[in-house]
């Protein structure tokens, strides 16, 4: 009888790892390779097929003033998506509030005439600590500097933040928000005004 049961239940097992360990993830990665080829392979930016730079979904740290600067990120290192986490801190904590000041004053280092409000967005973490994306409001606040520090019109800046820029989630959830490494990336595209 014990052998009656035990030779069922092992090639039950062996039947059902096959299946989910080999059949069903083949599958799945086949489907995924040829309806959502790009998201698939983690919707990598690779500017004329050459070497990738980046991915839509991973911001970077961009500290460079000529660059728009994203998100802090939570993670350590900075920006590394196999650490992915948010930083924790609640809005009565010290150390939050510290690394805001910090943040501020370094922003207003390298853009001392900017006497606008600094959004939040600009001084905090996302909940991944991997944002890619600013609100209109993090890109309007650096969009005199970065303009002025190449050389180009704040129209063709806007223009395009307005070409990297997702709308809602169906037109309902959520706020506009730019792609800071494919606005800067078209940015690094573009002629200064002085050139000709």
């Avoid at 009888?1 to 299946?19: D, G, H, S, Y």
């Avoid at 986490?85 to 805001?100: E, K, R």
Wanted: with cysteine.
């Amino acid at each position: 009888m014990f052998r009656e049961q035990i030779r069922p239940a092992i090639m039950i097992f062996i039947v059902l790892t096959v299946i989910t360990g080999g059949v069903y993830p083949l599958i799945v990665t086949g489907m995924a390779q040829v309806f959502f080829h790009k998201q698939a392979n983690g919707s990598l930016i690779c500017p004329g097929g050459g070497q990738c730079v980046g991915s839509t979904l991973i911001g970077q740290n961009f500290d460079d003033p000529k660059y728009f600067w994203g998100r802090l990120s939570a993670t350590t290192p900075a920006y590394n998506a196999s650490a992915s986490s948010g930083s924790n801190l609640g809005p009565s904590n010290p150390a939050l509030a510290a690394s805001v000041k910090a943040r501020i004053l370094v922003l207003k280092a390298v853009d001392p005439g900017n006497q606008a409000l600094v959004p939040v967005d600009l001084v905090t973490a996302s909940a991944s600590g991997l944002d890619p994306h600013l609100s209109l409001a993090g890109v309007n606040y650096q969009l005199a500097r970065v303009a002025g520090l190449r050389k180009l019109p704040e129209a063709a800046v806007r223009q395009v933040v307005g070409r990297n820029m997702s709308g809602r989630f169906l037109g309902l959830l959520g706020e506009p928000v730019v792609n800071v490494l494919k606005v800067n990336l078209a940015l690094d595209g573009l002629k200064p005004a002085s050139q000709p």
